[in-house]
């Protein structure tokens, strides 16, 4: 992958609209990753890329507008490939927060896209003897429990997948 913050190229592909191409390897092996800025009252950047490329992403932001008015991320879905970027890289921020284990930001992350899935569908996964559904966290041994209500969605726990399997059956 690169290293070069001078290797992402930015176009503007429609007014506001920013896509920021970064290509990496060479010759067969060669791939791109590419994320689109939106620019207005509110700038949201799609698409993060892999953690290690974010530099040059933050440098191709900074030749459109400052990072720091930077609003919001999106993605279509959670793989480090789209969500690699950490909250931690944002100006200002150590790389590490005291106290905190390197893969806290990409577990509050993860959570966070889940409960936004169950949200979007909460019937898209199966039910449970129990009636709960649940959802597991795709780089973390971790489930998302939760009860589909007439007027709520309620998160029962963010268990262990394989550690004491069923402790919150009681809840």
Known sequence: MTDSAAE???????NGIYQL???VGEGKAAFS????????????????????????????????MPVERLRYVAFSHCESDECGFSPTSTPGSSRRSPGRKPGAASWR?????????????????????????????????YLVVYRDEPTRILVVAIAHAKQRPGYWRKR
């Open 33 to 64: 990753f590419n994320q689109y800025l939106l620019v207005d009252d509110a700038p949201l950047l799609f698409h993060t890329g892999p953690r290690r490329l974010f530099p040059a992403v933050r440098v191709a932001i900074a030749r459109v």
């Open 109 to 141: 992350l993860q959570t966070a896209v889940v409960k936004l899935f169950i949200a979007e569908a909460p019937g898209r996964w199966p039910s449970t003897r129990y009636g709960t559904r649940r959802v597991r966290l795709t780089r973390f041994p």
């Open 8 to 14: 992402a190229r930015v176009t503007e592909v429609a």
């Open 21 to 23: 191409h970064t290509p």
